[in-house]
């Protein structure tokens, strides 16, 4: 599946890495960082999700959140790519509440 979990000693180190780390790539492939959140039925739910259609082929994950984190907290944003790294034209963007997906669909 390609993830891992990474525990820092400090928040702030944590911070840090979000800050400087995510949406770069490794091996070509750009990188999501986000918070672990505990609880299972938070992580798995669809409420707040949305598909995003039409995409450009050239658009990226960084830009995908860029766009949409005016509307509210994002918990993780996805552009699909295929076997050969390239966009498929689609992506999610999963926001921490419901109401900022709503206010994104306005």
């Known amino acids: ?19 400087r780390l995510n949406y770069t790539t ?29 995409l450009s082929k050239t658009i990226t994950v960084h830009d995908l959140a860029v766009t949409f984190e005016q509307f509210g907290e994002i918990r993780s944003c996805k552009v699909v790519l295929d076997y050969k790294n390239e966009s498929k034209g689609y992506g999610f963007v999963h926001f921490k509440n419901r109401d900022a ?6």
């Open 26 to 54: 490794i091996r070509k492939r750009p990188i999501r960082l986000m918070w672990r959140d505990p609880n299972p039925a938070i992580r798995t739910s669809n409420d707040g999700n949305l598909f995003i259609k039409n």
């Open 1 to 19: 599946l390609g993830y891992a979990y990474i525990n820092y000693e400090t928040e702030e180190d944590a911070e840090k890495a979000l800050k």
């Open 101 to 106: 997906a709503e206010n994104a669909i306005e």
